[in-house]
């Protein structure tokens, strides 16, 4: 079963309700919070499909965060492919986009980044930045 069809098989609640913890073990559900009704298979390698899904609301991606370029973003925009790569091995949520770039929330805290967010650029169509748009799913109609 994927965090997905968990999601939607139970309900989503609140992090302050359920905080992360970077621990391996079962989740728990307790019947409270938002139902997922269907899960949106996202266009891969196409801008507009991701930024479709995006509009809809947080969308999550894979990515290559393995690099240093990844690992040690401060701030403004992830812009080099070449050092960041496109083997994809974590998970995040696209929550916004412009004209040029992704705005992801990342899981590692609010020290990285720009408090817990990124901006990845958009360079067209294909893999992506950092492969972002290798593919996704998003829950749709919460």
């Known amino acids: 079963m994927t965090a997905l069809d968990y999601a939607q098989a139970n309900k989503i609640v609140k992090e302050t309700k359920y905080p992360y913890k970077t621990k ?47 690992n040690n973003y401060e701030k403004g925009v992830i812009n080099n492919a070449t050092a960041c790569g496109t083997s994809c091995d974590h998970a995040v949520t696209a929550v916004g986009f412009t004209s040029s770039y992704y705005i992801i929330k990342n899981s590692w805290s609010t020290a990285w980044g720009e408090s817990g967010f990124a901006r990845i650029a ?6 992506g930045m950092c492969g972002i748009q290798k593919g996704a799913y998003t829950p749709y109609k919460l």
């Open 24 to 70: 391996q073990g079962a989740c728990k559900a307790d019947g409270t919070g938002a139902r997922i009704e269907a899960i949106t298979k996202v266009i891969p390698r196409s801008v507009d499909g991701l930024k479709t899904a995006i509009a809809r609301g947080p969308t999550p991606v894979i990515l290559a965060s393995y690099s240093t370029v990844f």
């Open 122 to 127: 958009i360079n067209g169509d294909g893999d």
